[in-house]
């Protein structure tokens, strides 16, 4: 039996979300009507791992991420992917030091706690998978020397629709380095209101500190959430449960490309963020529900016939939970 009773006991565990709930209110300050991408966000950095934010231009993805950021202590960098965009501007490069007359590595943008990678399928494939490494292994390589990044380090890279000019497509490998995928919508007709609103009153998006965003949390403080996050308890039914539905997505006649063990285990690093932030010391098949969509979204691959019958990956994966048996 699972147990599902919140915990809310500890007061460390408390204080800890309730700063996390105030990075939540702080960011509201700056952006409105994106209530489930903040939570995404949040969960991404207790669950150490790196954000995609898909949506047609004009939904506020790098204001999302840039308000974000202003509400953490940690060092930002905001990279612009153009289709010029080389490697090296990326991870960084070797320079010729004319005062030593050698050469020296200069650290690129990715050396930082927070890399906003602003539209980055707008540049080629070649560029984009200069990340590959550094999301993955936490650390650059260049002329034979192994440099690691700062920690915390989280990529969120917003992108537009493939569908528009200009984009390409980001590979399989990169997309996989990524634990959440968060589709951000045209705002409801209250919350678009409100954001007229906020501009008829005279708000800046390019001036946060004007609109009130304040730092409210520190890097000690987002390790201690960490740590917190990654002792909630997991259950065996609920881990043969997040199997079954893996394997499920693996035999599902509409995906040519089912879910990988990397996705498993991210899945089940999300749904216990999750449990965390909601309270509770172990995880249950709700939060595990919860965090599906995101988390193996963009896993996963349609085959052509499902793509001609205009079958969405998020129907395919939410048939999958309602045919997967759920553990009582």
């Known amino acids: 039996m699972t147990d599902t009773t919140p915990v809310s006991t500890r007061p460390a565990d408390a204080h800890l979300r309730d700063a996390l709930n105030r990075v939540r209110l702080e960011v509201g300050k700056a952006v409105v009507g994106q209530d489930g991408a903040v939570t ?46 080389m490697p090296g501007d990326v991870t960084g490069s070797l320079a010729f030091d004319p005062r030593t007359g050698e050469f020296a590595f200069r650290e690129g943008p990715v050396f930082t706690n927070i890399l906003l990678a602003d539209e980055i399928n707008r540049t080629p494939p070649k560029t984009q998978s200069a990340l590959l490494e550094a999301m993955e292994e936490r650390q650059v390589s260049a002329d034979g020397v192994t440099r690691p990044l700062p920690d915390p380090f989280l990529v969120a890279a917003t992108q537009n629709p493939i569908e528009y000019e200009g984009t390409y497509s980001l590979p399989e490998a990169q997309l996989d380095r990524f634990l959440l995928k968060l589709v951000l919508d045209i705002p409801e007709r209250d919350a678009e209101f409100a954001i007229l609103r906020r501009h008829a009153d005279g708000f800046d998006p390019h001036d946060l500190g004007a609109a009130g965003v304040q730092s409210v949390l520190g890097a000690a403080e987002l390790e201690a959430a960490r740590a917190a996050a990654s002792a909630v308890r997991v259950a065996d039914d609920v881990l043969a449960y997040l199997v079954d539905l893996a394997r499920a997505s693996r035999l599902s006649p509409s995906l040519r490309l089912g879910v990988s063990p990397r996705a498993t285990t991210g899945l089940l690093a999300a749904a216990k963020a999750w449990a965390w932030l909601s309270g509770y010391d172990s995880v249950t098949p709700d939060h595990i529900q919860a965090m599906l969509l995101p988390v193996w979204r963009h896993r996963v691959q349609l085959r052509p016939e499902a793509e001609l019958e205009g079958v969405s990956v998020d129907a395919v994966l939410r048939a999958i939970m309602q045919q997967v048996q759920v553990p009582l």
């Open 40 to 85: 995404g966000l949040i969960i991404a950095l207790l669950a150490r791992g790196h954000v995609l934010l898909e949506g047609v231009p004009g939904v506020a993805k790098t204001l999302l991420v840039r308000t974000l950021s202003r509400t953490l202590d940690l060092e930002t960098r905001r990279l612009q992917f153009t289709p010029d965009l």
